[in-house]
């Protein structure tokens, strides 16, 4: 796993992409993880994730600002993922299972990084495992939602990342990640899709600096 869940800095921490918005912060409160009725939830949720193969949403983006951006999201584990915005917005976010890759049509950038360094990068796993290099350090609870809070384990400090699920049954809504200011961005998931078939292509970036059959940074 990455120094942590979302990237610390870079393009898509200047620019509030959730997938990339800004460290996780933690607080003294979060010092150890729960225990007793709290591990069953955790069990649940765990056994919940690992159950989603693929996802195809629209999604609505709440920046600390409060600015609102709109896209599609689309999920297929292990490994894949595609995140674009509706235009005027320009950005859209790709990762084929070996690179995560932000391009920007307007400045006509692109930019490579782990796919671990996205909170997405917990729900595209080979495995999903809410223990290790993650703990589960909070659960909200009302009768039909669960809010859960996970820091990295080794840098509990480093921030926080926020999973929304409606309950029983159980079903991921969204989620939320919080910076080293304190500053959240929410993006919730809207006429979400599990198990949709989807376009391999869908998760295929080609891209036009690196000579065919040259190595990608």
């Known amino acids: 796993m990455a120094r942590n869940l979302i990237t610390g800095g870079g393009i898509l921490a200047r620019r509030g992409f959730l997938?990339?918005?800004?460290?996780?912060?933690?607080s003294p409160a979060y010092a150890q993880a729960p225990s007793g009725p709290d591990s069953a939830d955790i069990a649940r949720v765990e056994a919940y994730l690992e159950t989603i193969r693929t996802l195809d949403s629209r999604f609505l983006q709440i920046g600390p600002d409060g600015s609102v951006a709109e896209g599609r999201f689309l999920l297929s584990r292990p490994g894949r993922l595609r995140l674009e915005y509706d235009a005027p917005?320009?950005?859209?976010?790709?990762?084929?299972?070996?690179a995560f890759v932000h391009i920007d049509k307007s400045l006509r950038t692109i930019a490579y990084l782990p796919i671990d360094s996205t909170p997405a990068g917990?729900?595209?796993?080979?495995e999903i495992r809410l223990s290790g290099d993650v703990t589960v350090v909070g659960i909200e609870r009302s009768p039909a939602a669960l809010r859960m809070t996970l820091i990295q384990t080794k840098d509990p400090r480093a921030g926080r990342l926020v999973l929304t699920f409606v309950d029983r049954p159980l079903a991921l809504v969204g989620w939320s990640v919080v910076d080293a200011q304190g500053l959240t961005t929410r993006l919730t998931l809207v006429d979400a899709r599990f198990?949709?078939?989807l376009d391999a292509a869908a998760f295929s970036f080609v891209d036009p600096n690196v000579p065919s059959g040259g190595a990608r940074p």
């Open 122 to 126: 917990l729900l595209v796993r080979a």
């Open 19 to 26: 997938l990339g918005a800004a460290a996780m912060v933690g």
């Open 195 to 197: 198990g949709a078939a």
């Open 89 to 98: 917005n320009p950005n859209l976010l790709v990762s084929d299972g070996r």
